[in-house]
């Protein structure tokens, strides 16, 4: 099975501050995703990417950015955090088309608390 | 109308319960369902696909109504390490091709707790 990993579990940072959250697979999966989850409001698509230094963007892209250098690696990159960015971020991978054989793992989450 | 909405809950339900949670989706072009389970503080974990012919894993029964653009997920026995979110994945491709082309849209999920 895929494992996927963020670095951060808990994060407080400071309005203005940036912010990187990393994520790492380790099954050469091509789509990696980036999502917010916030009570009442579920998960949304912030950013997902296809392939090395390809992106597109989700649902809510505004005021984040991302970075996929590496196949395994995708960041997401808060350039001035803010206060309405508290929310835990949900990174996810899979491997080619989403079927009942391929399906979406998440990592573990980061919680990211913004003062 | 949301493209994926469920069930609001929350279920509270007693142990050895059958609970049934639904799951209606907007786009007729949706192309694979899923179900996931949340637990508290945790991510997302798959529980099961959802097939057009119907699927069972155990106590969990998954059920696809293309006709009427919903699915379903059937818990029979329900125990106590059942309470968690149950979240419904819907899934079609985007309007443009490529690799990764695809929309998932997940819906804002139903808590279950199951009552000893």
């Known amino acids: 099975d895929v494992k996927v990993t963020q670095s951060s579990r808990y994060l407080v940072k400071r309005t203005g501050e940036k912010v990187f959250l990393e994520c790492v697979q380790d099954m050469d999966h091509e789509n990696m995703f980036w999502y917010r989850q916030d009570p009442g409001l579920g998960l949304r698509l912030i950013y997902f990417?296809?392939?090395?230094?390809?992106?597109e963007k989700g649902d809510i892209p505004e005021g984040y950015s991302v970075s996929r250098e590496k196949k395994e690696r995708f960041s997401l990159i808060l350039e001035s955090a803010s206060t309405n960015q508290t929310s835990m971020y949900l990174c996810?991978?899979?491997?080619?088309?989403?079927?009942?054989?391929?399906?979406?793992?998440f990592g573990a989450g980061s919680r990211l608390t913004v003062l | 109308r949301k493209e994926v909405e469920q069930d609001p809950g929350p279920f509270n339900v007693p142990e050895g319960a059958t609970v049934a949670f639904n799951c209606t989706y907007s786009n007729s072009a949706s192309q694979s369902f899923f179900w996931y389970r949340q637990d508290c503080r945790k991510e997302p974990k798959l529980l099961m696909s959802v097939y057009s012919s119907g699927n069972e894993d155990g106590r969990f029964t998954a059920q696809l109504n293309r006709a009427s653009q919903y699915i379903s997920l059937l818990i029979r026995d329900s125990k106590l390490s059942d309470s968690a979110t149950y979240l419904c994945?819907?899934?079609?491709?985007?309007?443009?091709?490529?690799?990764?082309?695809?929309?998932?849209?997940f819906g804002k999920g139903t808590k279950l707790s199951v009552i000893p």
């Open positions: 994945v819907v899934t079609r491709r985007r309007d443009y091709s490529g690799a990764g082309s695809y929309q998932l849209t």
């Open positions: 990417s296809y392939d090395v230094k390809m992106k």
């Open positions: 996810a991978a899979l491997r080619g088309a989403i079927s009942g054989a391929n399906v979406l793992t």
